[in-house]
């Protein structure tokens, strides 16, 4: 499949299937969007008489660029035919490891943000913490499950995972001792809004944690419109120091700073731009999902705002790097020769197979989303997957799955969406959240033509 933009004044041919991309000139822009539904020469014909004031335009030029795309097609580079639908379900369906645990060792938060999924830390139900018990059976429940799997992956997540901090070292302790005996590599991840970060706590998570969430919406306004604790003050003058230093600490790498946008701030780039001046130099910023009618839903209207958001982000990060102050957006991270295997593309995330959260009890859910829904319970880390019908519905969630997504030319970078998501908006993990699918697709636009950029100023 081939998808065709332009953006930045760039023209992008993209063969969705092998990952081709191709910044060609208006004239075989044009021959591309026709090649496979004229013949040749009808194609030249239409050429000739649309760039009749271009005399430039011969019909031996027009020839040989379609030589030049037969030469595309022939190499597998251009209008590649997709074979990848029967590997996407068996591979899912052949798949019996479980790679990776969320656990939510904190079902309370310091914080009361209105827009919180997970209800300011509950989860919908009772406030908890983890005990270390539950917690030493759950990376037991994850070795057991890992099959010849080395790298485990295990995030600290809430609620605010600071306020069981004494367990999180622990546990931390308690994998490193196990992982040799099972021939294992732990891999932690900590997610913190960083309202009680101490120098300590600093130091432990930059010594153990792979990777760090830090959670801020951008500008002071605006992240504390949302972000306050529950004496409804805001969070930004505590945690940006606190991020500070954490980051100067860590050398800069293996972190975030992630925020999320709704309708009251659609020009989130600025809250972007804002962080980097701050110098954050990892970055993300996540769509609100939330029911429609709430203040801060994000409504069609904002569409457009949005994918001019995203424009602007694009080029002003073009722009910062030529200028030797660049910085990361997570959904623009886009690696073209060595990028995700096809395997990952296709089947996703894992949750429910491969991937599971795992409350203050020990009861598993197929990720953070999801936790606290009864019908999505699929057991507990002592006695193992029980609801494996459940677990089967989610083998099938794939790429292509959907019928909106077999024939969708960015579902091999999507890989069919989230399945939460997709289950909040339509009641169904089946279903497709269409808003965050369009959100997406420009988001890969971009990303992509970031790509061009870049090659273009290596030439």
């Known amino acids: 499949m081939v998808h065709q933009y332009k953006l930045n004044g760039y023209n992008i041919v993209l063969d969705t299937v092998s990952g081709s991309v191709h910044a060609v000139d208006e004239v075989a822009y044009d021959i591309i969007e026709m090649y496979k539904s004229e013949s040749k020469e009808r194609i030249v014909e239409i050429i000739l008489d649309r760039y009749a004031d271009s005399p430039d335009v011969t019909r031996e030029d027009i020839l040989d660029c379609l030589e030049d795309i037969a030469a595309l097609e022939e190499a597998g580079k251009l209008f590649t035919v997709d074979k990848y639908e029967a590997l996407a379900r068996d591979y899912k369906n052949n798949s019996k490891v479980v790679k990776a645990l969320c656990l939510h060792v904190a079902h309370t938060c310091n914080l009361n943000c209105s827009y919180c999924f997970a209800s300011q830390g509950k989860y919908h139900g009772d406030r908890a913490l983890m005990s270390l018990e539950v917690g030493k059976r759950a990376l037991d429940f994850l070795v057991e499950n890992s099959g010849t799997r080395r790298n485990l992956e295990v995030d600290f997540f809430g609620g605010e995972p600071s306020l069981n901090f004494d367990v999180v070292?622990?546990?931390?302790?308690?994998?490193?001792?196990?992982?040799?005996?099972?021939?294992?590599?732990f891999r932690f991840t900590y997610?913190?809004?960083?309202?009680?970060?101490?120098?300590?706590?600093?130091?432990?998570?930059?010594?153990?944690?792979?990777?760090?969430?830090?959670?801020?919406?951008?500008?002071?306004?605006?992240?504390?419109?949302?972000?306050?604790?529950y004496s409804g003050k805001g969070s930004y003058d505590t945690i940006v120091p606190n991020f500070k230093r954490l980051v100067e600490k860590r050398g800069?790498?293996?972190?975030?700073?992630?925020?999320?946008?709704?309708?009251?701030?659609?020009?989130?780039?600025?809250?972007?731009?804002?962080?980097?001046?701050?110098?954050?130099t990892e970055l993300s910023m996540e769509p609100v999902v939330s029911p429609p009618g709430d203040p801060y839903a994000l409504t069609e209207e904002d569409l457009?705002?949005?994918?001019?958001?995203?424009?602007?982000?694009?080029?002003?990060?073009?722009?910062?790097?030529r200028e030797g102050r660049p910085f990361t957006f997570y959904h623009y991270m886009l690696d073209l020769k060595h990028g995700p295997c096809i395997y990952k593309r296709i089947t996703g995330c894992g949750s429910g197979t491969e991937y599971m959260a795992v409350t203050p009890?020990?009861?598993?859910?197929?990720?953070?989303?999801?936790?606290?829904?009864?019908?999505?319970?699929?057991?507990?880390?002592?006695?193992?997957?029980?609801?494996?019908?459940?677990?089967?519905?989610?083998?099938?969630?794939?790429s292509y799955s959907r019928p909106e997504c077999r024939d969708c030319w960015a579902n091999l970078y999507c890989s069919g969406g989230c399945a939460a998501n997709a289950y909040h908006a339509t009641g169904s993990i089946g279903g497709v959240?269409?808003?965050?699918?369009?959100?997406?697709?420009?988001?890969?636009?971009?990303?992509v033509m970031m790509q061009v950029a870049e090659a273009v100023d290596d030439e």
């Open 169 to 185: 070292k622990a546990l931390v302790e308690y994998a490193r001792e196990i992982e040799g005996k099972h021939g294992k590599n």
């Open 191 to 229: 997610t913190t809004n960083g309202m009680v970060l101490t120098d300590e706590m600093i130091d432990f998570v930059n010594r153990e944690m792979h990777n760090v969430v830090l959670s801020l919406d951008g500008r002071k306004e605006i992240n504390d419109h949302f972000r306050r604790d």
């Open 252 to 280: 800069g790498k293996g972190y975030y700073v992630r925020g999320t946008f709704t309708h009251n701030n659609v020009d989130f780039t600025n809250d972007l731009f804002h962080m980097a001046d701050l110098g954050f």
């Open 304 to 321: 457009p705002k949005l994918f001019e958001q995203y424009e602007i982000l694009a080029k002003e990060m073009i722009k910062r790097k």
């Open 361 to 398: 009890w020990g009861e598993l859910f197929p990720c953070h989303q999801f936790v606290g829904d009864p019908r999505y319970s699929l057991g507990n880390v002592f006695d193992g997957i029980k609801n494996t019908e459940v677990q089967d519905e989610f083998r099938t969630c794939n």
């Open 433 to 447: 959240y269409e808003y965050g699918c369009k959100l997406f697709k420009k988001r890969i636009e971009c990303a």
